[in-house]
């Protein structure tokens, strides 16, 4: 479904990400990981085509992403960035009415299909029955679950997430995930998504993408990308992927890596 090759992007001549070349297959529910300042955001802009490369090309469904007319894009990808801001004296129900725009235009009126598409996307996000509040009156858990909604609303093939579960607590956290986990699984939303967490990366996404220092230093399953040589480069942490017995698997960090002298 969709293809890096060779993407470089450079700031005043200073390169953010440098020869990346991924691929990402439909149905897939891929993991964006690596430390902070790695290139994840500046990579995801450029996969959902909100952002041209420097050097190199994306490709969707075999496209070059460039040249997909802004519409027609709209009704197949889907961002949901880290930071949302709206005005307050929005509803949850036209926040996700946003997500019809590629359908309708900016001003046109909602169209029956669109009211479907809409209650359909807050129903799958478990907000319909909240769809006249307003949305700063919701929990930061549930304010996602919004916006994430907004994104469902153009009925897309491939979502894309930003940090969903930043700022929110544990319980928000696992809410979160489960929900986005659902999309892929019962509704075949190919997702690709930045997380911080590695535990929780591992433990909902088939596939990871390792970036380091705007490189691609290893992409596969979690036991190919979560070794302690990788971990030590990426984040500079001695860990390993651990499988305990009828438990669920987690990433054991036990310390800092040590600079070497001389």
């Known amino acids: 479904m969709l293809e890096a090759r060779a993407v470089t992007y450079e ?22 990981v690596g430390p902070n300042g790695a290139g994840k955001s500046t990579l995801m802009r450029l996969l959902a085509g ?4 420097t050097r190199g090309e994306v490709l969707f469904e075999g496209r070059p992403i460039g040249q997909i007319p802004d519409r027609a894009r709209a009704r197949a990808i889907a961002f949901v960035p880290q930071n949302t801001h709206v005005a307050f004296g929005f509803s949850v129900y036209d926040i996700v009415a946003m997500g019809r725009y590629p359908y309708r235009g900016r001003f046109g009126a909602l169209e029956a299909r669109d009211r479907e598409a809409i209650e359909s996307a807050l129903a799958a996000v478990e907000l319909l029955s909240m769809a006249d509040r307003r949305i700063h009156e919701l929990s930061g858990g549930e304010r996602q ?5 907004r994104a469902l609303a153009q009925q897309p093939r491939l979502l894309f997430l930003d940090e969903p ?8 956290q696992i809410e979160l995930l489960e929900l986005i986990r659902a999309l892929n699984k019962e509704r075949g939303v190919t997702i690709v998504m930045a997380i911080h967490d590695l535990t929780w990366a591992v433990r909902t996404c088939s596939r990871l993408l390792l970036l380091g220092r705007g490189r691609l230093l290893a992409q596969g399953a979690p036991e190919a990308v979560f070794t302690p040589e990788l971990l030590r480069r990426a984040f500079g942490v001695e860990g390993r992927l651990v499988r305990p017995p009828e438990e669920a698997p987690r990433v054991e960090l036990t310390g800092t890596v040590r600079e070497r002298s001389g």
């Open 145 to 149: 679950r919004a916006f994430i909604a």
């Open 165 to 172: 579960t930043a700022n929110l607590d544990v319980r928000h």
């Open 11 to 32: 700031i005043r001549k200073k390169p953010i990400l440098e020869g990346v070349s991924l691929t990402v297959a439909a149905g897939e529910f891929v993991g964006l």
């Open 50 to 53: 909100l952002a041209e490369p």
